[in-house]
């Protein structure tokens, strides 16, 4: 006896039959849709977009009026592109930040039992063990430049080995340095790399780096699994008092008026623009402004690109704010 499942399996010329007749969604060229479900993926195309253009009725989803595949098209589009943007500087973010790992740690030796001494470490959360275990399992990779130094050299390096990790072990690892130590890799992310440094880090700079970082990885999985990002928030947020403390700007307080928790795509973003290299900062303005002047400046994506800023919560300006927190950064 079959089962008679809730999401039996449907052709394409089923599935675009349900869209049109049925959901209401005008499709002016049905082969050409056929191709782009199968290249996209209905979930990753319909799905994933569906939800700014549809409304309830009697409880099945219908769209609304004039609503086209193309419109749904170009929104994957749009935010894809912003995707493939983002997750490039996050990987070279992510860079820095194990060079910046890796920097500090080796001032207590090149070779993993000195770089990774449990001495190094807190174990307030009972964890130290498990975390460094799973770092030390990275010498076993079989991926470059781990698996050459493993076997041409006597040591693996903290610059070597930190390649092969993933970012959520790094930021982990990041987790349970000394407070001391924590100081130097923020320094370093801000090119202060004098180990010997006492410039002041304040309380308020360790917890924004410490939730920044948390955001980045919930972006960055998201982005790499080819998950969608408008909608997506990470599961953990920034503190707004230490953005006021760390921020002169009125940009912390017009996002706490509107009631905006600091885990969405605009956070993401910014904390992606305060962190990145100095160059790549430069880099990531252009690439933003250039996404945004290519889709505003088309006639058939104009009026998309604006309901993709909307419904992200990207203000038009996003990018000026972005220099502007920039601008009004202060370490302290």
Request: proline fraction near 2%; charge should be negative.
């Amino acid at each position: 006896m079959s089962e008679n499942y809730d999401k039996p399996f449907k052709t394409f010329d089923e599935r675009l039959q349900i869209l049109s007749v049925e959901r209401n969604l005008k499709i002016e060229d049905s082969e050409l849709a056929k191709k782009f479900l199968l290249d996209r993926s209905y979930y990753g195309l319909i799905n994933g977009f569906k939800s700014d253009f549809v409304s309830s009725d009697n409880g099945n989803e219908i769209f609304n009026e004039n609503t086209n595949f193309n419109d749904l098209l170009l929104q994957f589009q749009i935010d894809n592109d912003l995707k493939n943007i983002l997750f490039k500087y996050t990987l070279l973010l992510e860079t820095r930040f194990k060079e910046s790992m890796a920097y500090v740690l080796s001032r207590y030796g090149v070779s993993m039992d000195e770089y990774l001494d449990s001495g190094h470490f807190t174990n307030r959360t009972g964890r130290r063990g498990k975390i460094l275990a799973h770092i030390r399992e990275i010498k076993s990779s079989r991926n470059d430049p781990t698996k050459y130094y493993r076997e041409n050299k006597n040591h693996i390096p903290a610059w070597i080995l930190f390649n092969n990790a993933m970012f959520g072990q790094m930021t982990t690892l990041y987790s349970i340095l000394e407070s001391a130590d924590k100081e130097r890799v923020i320094r370093c992310l801000f090119y202060i790399t004098d180990l010997e440094s006492n410039l002041p880090v304040s309380e308020q700079l360790k917890s924004y780096i410490k939730e920044a970082l948390q955001v980045i990885k919930d972006f960055r999985n998201d982005m790499a699994h080819g998950s969608r990002l408008s909608h997506f928030t990470s599961k953990n947020s920034i503190n707004y008092p230490c953005q006021k403390y760390l921020f002169d700007t009125d940009l912390i307080d017009a996002r706490i008026t509107a009631g905006i928790e600091s885990n969405d795509l605009f956070c993401f973003i910014s904390t992606l623009f305060i962190l990145c290299g100095d160059y790549d900062k430069g880099m990531l303005r252009n690439e933003l402004i250039n996404w945004q002047n290519r889709y505003e400046s088309a006639p058939e994506a104009k009026d998309n690109i604006s309901y993709y800023l909307d419904s992200t919560g990207l203000n038009v300006n996003f990018v000026s704010e972005l220099i502007e927190l920039q601008n009004c950064f202060e370490f302290k």
